[in-house]
């Protein structure tokens, strides 16, 4: 990582996110002010609990159907969600250009693949929603904003340029 964060690769990475993230928006998830795209939280308010997890149980058929759009497209299923996640944050939000925080396990260099413990880092990931080009062209656009984001994870978030609000 020392390399890394320094001279040409370093200027690589940076360069890469400038590009990805001037301009990124975080959705605004309070901006949304019609009946079919407004906003609740769920139930009265609760006191937080740590270390909660909301889950969701997909139907077979439904996960049959992810998997094969995602080899149809030559993808994976967490680029599948994560063009769900963006197609519903747009009709949440109606703002075409979101971006949303991942995190990545960063083992992507072979010493570090059997190492125990937590390696994971913050990626931003973009895409523009464009709805007349319809979902599979969202799918791409994910598809593309992941193996970028996986390209460059290895510069740590905190050294991203900050250009994004």
């Known amino acids: 990582q020392r390399t890394l964060l320094t001279g040409e690769p370093m200027r690589r990475h940076q360069e890469y996110w400038r590009r990805q993230l001037t301009g990124a928006r975080l959705p605004d998830l309070t901006a949304a002010d019609t009946p079919d795209t407004a906003w609740e939280p769920p139930g009265p308010a609760t006191e937080p609990t740590e270390g909660a997890v909301d889950t969701v149980d997909l139907p077979e058929r439904v996960v049959a159907g992810l998997q094969a759009l995602a080899r149809r497209e030559r993808t994976t299923m967490f680029t599948v969600l994560l063009a769900l996640l963006h197609a519903e944050l747009y009709r949440t939000t109606g703002q075409p250009d979101l971006s949303v925080a991942s ?56 050294l991203l340029p900050r250009t994004y609000t």
């Open 103 to 158: 995190m990545f396990a960063n083992r992507n260099r072979p010493e570090l693949r059997e190492t125990v413990g937590l390696l994971a880092g913050m990626v931003v990931l973009r895409a523009r929603v464009e709805p007349e080009h319809g979902f599979c062209e969202l799918l791409r656009r994910c598809h593309g904003a992941v193996l970028g984001a996986f390209t460059y994870s290895e510069l740590p978030f905190q």
